[in-house]
């Protein structure tokens, strides 16, 4: 196993986690991102996938997109942990790991003898990480999605209007709970170096949206008034929405000090505003919202969208067209700033991806490898194990199908 040292790991010599061997045993989004994140920076990571392969690959509709986007820069070991033998290749091979991912359900993993108790007795410096629902406490058994934490935890009801709670439009904590998965992970390989011992590291769903509601919690302590839901909140700035330009054109106009106030009614020539008594300052401007919108909605709705956003760049006026997700290979900043990379596919095909939001000595991190079919590397690691080809065959035979336990929801 190796050693993370910082005096060892220069960005310029590689990637900072070149030598660290992580073994993922997760699907759908939280684990993956993890590993992800892991294998972006440099890890070797080899992910253990049922022999029909981990069923996010075959998800439809809003999910069409998971595996592709979560599982970059991957090996892909095939075996059937319901056979003994399947069982104890993936044994041996967490012995030779530094860290091992999982995302099953409460208790699975114990009963498979794939606990952080067992198997940090196997690799005592092994980092193990959960990806679960709930950390310890009385909902600790239930199962989640990402959904049902943000019903839970106030993220729905402070994106939709009073009485319709809406879920954010991404898997944002599925997404943030495998990045603080991987935060966990990094803070456990430091102390490492120290103590020579691994970590049990434990990140959820549930816990990771109470931390995108806390500003909303303390709102209400300060104010003493509950927050209310982003539709209908009360604006801390004059200027801060959605308006109509010219030909149905949308595009999110804010004004959030004197100077930009200043700037955005030099800019639609509405002076008269600027002169106004009643709006001298952003507070004087925030009790005045309620005809101050309709009259800057009126004068914008005329306006060309290209020129008033050279405009508010010119100006320092901040700004943003509504852009819909496949837009976005064909944004400027992304193309020309290598925020999107090609990445090869499992059938050979390839596809725009973006990269990890960070640079390193202003480099961005990039796919080394392409997405895996399903067990391709399966020979290639068990050999490094030490087995046979024989064994390897063995292995890898798919006997009567039955229920992969390492497919199922794991949350």
């Not at 709930?134 to 019903?151: N, T």
């Not at 004059?238 to 800019?267: P, R, S």
């Not at 290639?380 to 390492?406: A, C, F, H, W």
Request: some cysteine.
């Amino acid at each position: 196993m190796s050693s993370l040292k910082p005096d060892h790991r220069p960005f310029a010599s590689g990637l900072p986690l070149a030598g660290i061997r992580v073994v993922e045993l997760s699907h759908m989004v939280m684990g993956p991102t993890c590993g992800m994140v892991l294998g972006d920076l440099g890890a070797e990571v080899i992910k253990v996938e049922p022999p029909k392969g981990d069923n996010t690959r075959r998800l439809l509709g809003a999910g069409a997109g998971f595996f592709r986007t979560f599982n970059r820069n991957k090996k892909s070991v095939a075996l059937d942990l319901g056979n003994a033998s399947g069982l104890e290749a993936l044994l041996k091979l967490i012995e030779t790991a530094d860290v091992f991912v999982e995302n099953f359900k409460p208790g699975r993993m114990k009963e498979l003898g794939l606990d952080y108790e067992a198997l940090s007795k196997r690799n005592p410096a092994l980092v193990y990480v959960s990806h679960k629902g709930f950390l310890s406490g009385p909902y600790d058994k239930r199962l989640a999605l990402d959904e049902v934490v943000q019903m839970m935890a106030g993220l729905a009801y402070m994106t939709g209007p009073v009485g319709r709670p809406l879920r954010a439009g991404s898997s944002v904590n599925d997404i943030m709970g495998g990045m603080f998965g991987a935060i966990g992970v990094l803070a456990a390989l430091y102390e490492r170096n120290t103590t020579g011992s691994g970590k049990e590291v434990q990140s959820a769903l549930f816990e990771n949206c109470v931390l995108l509601s806390a500003q909303h919690m303390q709102q209400y302590v300060v104010t003493g008034q509950p927050a209310a839901p982003m539709p209908e909140r009360i604006n801390a700035w004059a200027v801060y929405d959605v308006f109509e330009l010219a030909d149905g054109h949308q595009m999110f106009i804010a004004a959030t000090g004197d100077a930009q106030w200043k700037a955005l009614c030099n800019i639609i020539d509405r002076q008269d505003l600027l002169g106004d008594d009643r709006l001298q300052s952003n507070n004087d401007r925030v009790h005045a919202r309620e005809w101050i919108i309709p009259t800057l909605a009126e004068t914008l709705r005329t306006l060309n969208p290209s020129k008033l956003a050279t405009a508010f760049e010119s100006n320092n006026v901040p700004f943003a067209n509504i852009t819909r997700p496949e837009e976005l290979f064909d944004d400027p900043h992304l193309k020309a700033s290598g925020g999107l990379a090609k990445l090869q596919l499992d059938d050979g095909s390839e596809t725009e991806m973006p990269l990890l939001p960070l640079s390193i000595d202003g480099a961005r991190l990039q796919p080394r490898l392409p997405i895996a079919s399903i067990g391709q590397h399966t020979r290639e690691v068990l050999e490094s194990l030490g087995y046979t080809s024989q064994q390897i065959s063995d292995i890898s035979r798919i006997g009567p199908l039955k229920t992969q336990d390492n497919a199922v929801d794991a949350r």
